[in-house]
């Protein structure tokens, strides 16, 4: 029996048949070609480039159903790739002037560029990198005539081990138990739709892969980033029985979507829905979510050349708007910058992408795509409740300058003649330590608040929420943190505002007491998470954990909020 630990993408536990898949890239033949020769060459090459292109836009075309949401902006991300000069017009350079056979012109073509991506000092590029060698892999493979990696179905279930998966294979992999990949990293494209398929994975298991051949029975828990070769019975019985006991929680947990989110003394908690993309309307709904309390419009501005038109993003918006049949939408103007990347230089030569031209202050300095986006929201406002979101705010001239915007976004479809919820009320993040310590302020200025304790975390604490090194002193429950929640929470009382958590505090079990004592109730999350969090809430009892967790605002350590949280897990 071996063991290995990595990234777990969550998902739960697989337990299964190994299936290793081999990389094309290894032994990639090399050789010079003369001649004749080198038309034979390129001619191969523009059949594979042709032959990868046309499996893409069948791929696009017949998009199964069951496929997850980002599937088709993914294989998107890679055809732009193949298409772009850097890396065909380049192999085809290297065929011309190298003499080099086509498999090798691609690959070193490949292998330079995604060096150069290596070089760059965020995970974001490095993952791009990644992806112009998944696209390289795939043309290698229409060079050396193997059509695509799908294995055969197999009886048992089978968890699919390999170096790494291109969003466009694993699509064909659906069925796979779970994946065990040796690369990646939280932010890779790999990650994104293995959590979105739910298949339990797990990443950056380095050479785990040398280990294991076709058949070894593996245990790999998703959640922990563990995978197991060849397990023992007493672990693999240990497993099984957790496997079991997972599925009868899902099965109880779907019990509770007709149950109403009240605490056991009556008091109602709304829990509303993250979105990250309009198609993951539906998960909102299964779980019976009360309303969209942060769509974040990132994705229709990220992995693309041109922005998207002011049609485009209405379509999109009202998209969730009519989905979610009457409830409200909370739609967050584009919050770019940092690690969510749109201008690539731009970002990567600021001297502090974080504390720079992020959300509310890029779209400030670019008043005219603000105003696009502005017009597009107002308008989907016209078929059902929107309220606005303003991110990172740290600035009362910051919501000056945006109302105005938006007063002028409305004068210009008024002009057109166009309808909108002239009502629509705006609000603001509160997720910098300075708009929470001036609540009271914001809360007045604004129709609403909503907490982001992800970056609240990240800029109160001075921790850089990507950064692996310090990712150990990333702590959402210190005092600081839970002092600055609780000041805004207050701010917003007094000011009779509505208040929300939507970073991923309000989707994490172990913060649900902690929250509703602060006096939290609406909740905004993942909708995978909120079933968990409303299976806390029906349990709990606001008057008694109120007075308790009052005691954490005197914590001055970790360690003594751990004492109050366990203190409140007891009540
Ligand atoms: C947050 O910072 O908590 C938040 C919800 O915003 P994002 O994660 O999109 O930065
Ligand atoms: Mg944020």
Redesign the pocket.
């Known amino acids: 029996m071996l063991s290995f630990d990595g990234l777990g993408i969550g998902g739960g536990i697989a337990i299964g048949r190994a299936r290793v898949l081999e990389s094309s890239r290894v032994d990639v033949p090399r050789y010079r070609v003369h001649g004749e020769g080198l038309a034979t060459e390129q001619a191969r090459l523009e059949k594979a480039l042709a032959q990868v292109r046309n499996e893409f836009a069948q791929l696009l075309a017949h998009l199964p159903v069951d496929a997850p949401a980002e599937a088709g902006a993914l294989l998107e991300v890679h055809r732009m790739i193949l298409d772009d000069p850097a890396l065909a017009r380049a192999a085809h350079d290297g065929i011309a002037a190298q003499a080099w056979n086509a498999e090798w012109a691609v690959w070193h073509c490949a292998s330079q560029l995604a060096d150069q991506f290596a070089e760059l000092d965020e995970d974001y590029f490095r993952e791009r990198g990644r992806d112009v060698l998944q696209v390289a892999d795939r043309v290698m493979r229409a060079l050396s005539g193997s059509r695509s990696s799908k294995p055969p179905e197999a009886a048992e279930p089978v968890i699919y081990c390999a170096e790494d998966i291109a969003p466009a294979d694993m699509l064909g992999l659906r069925h796979a138990a779970g994946f065990a990949i040796d690369l990646g990293g939280v932010t890779s494209h790999t990650a994104i739709l293995a959590r979105s398929m739910n298949v339990p994975a797990v990443l950056a298991l380095g050479a785990a892969r040398d280990q294991i051949r076709d058949d070894d029975w593996l245990i790999l828990d998703g959640d922990a980033g563990r995978l197991i070769v060849s397990p023992e019975p007493s672990v693999l019985q240990q497993y099984r029985a957790r496997q079991a006991q997972d599925r009868q929680q899902t099965e109880l947990l779907r019990e509770l979507v007709r149950v109403a989110s009240r605490t056991l003394d009556d008091c109602e908690v709304e829990l509303m829905a993250n979105l990250e993309h309009p198609d993951e309307v539906d998960q909102a709904n299964e779980v019976g979510a009360a309303g969209v309390g942060?769509f974040?419009t990132e994705f229709l501005f990220m992995n693309r050349g041109l922005e998207p038109s002011e049609d485009e993003q209405f379509e999109a918006y009202r998209s969730v708007v009519v989905g979610m049949e009457g409830r409200p939408v909370t739609i967050r103007t584009i919050?770019v910058g940092a690690d969510k990347v749109i201008e690539p230089h731009a970002s990567v030569n600021a001297p502090n992408p974080a504390l720079g031209l992020r959300a509310i202050r890029y779209s400030l300095a670019r008043p005219e795509r603000f105003l696009v986006q502005l017009r597009a929201i107002l308008r989907a406002s016209h078929y059902g409740p929107v309220r606005l979101l303003l991110?990172m705010l740290a600035h009362g001239h910051e919501i000056d300058a945006s109302l105005s915007l938006i007063e002028q976004a409305c004068d210009q479809l008024r002009h057109r003649g166009q309808p909108f919820d002239s009502q629509l009320p705006v609000g603001g993040?509160i997720?910098v330590p300075a708009a929470a310590l001036c609540a009271d302020y914001f809360a007045r200025r604004l129709d609403f608040l909503s907490i982001?304790?992800?970056?609240?975390t990240q800029y109160t604490l001075a921790i850089d929420r990507a950064d692996h090194e310090v990712a150990s002193l990333y702590e959402p429950f210190h005092p600081a943190v839970l002092r600055l929640i609780a000041h805004t929470l207050r701010a917003a009382r007094r000011a009779d505002k509505p208040v929300a958590v939507?970073?991923?505090m309000a989707g994490d079990c172990e913060a649900t007491r902690v929250l509703l004592g602060l006096g939290l109730t609406q909740f905004s999350m993942q909708a995978a998470s909120l079933l968990r969090v409303k299976r806390e809430i029906i349990r709990a009892d606001r008057r008694r954990l109120l007075p308790v967790a009052r005691r954490l605002l005197r914590a001055q350590t970790p360690q003594e909020v751990d004492e109050v949280r366990s203190a409140l897990r007891g009540l």
């Open positions: 942060l974040r919050d991110p993040m997720e982001g304790t992800n970056d609240l939507c970073g991923e």
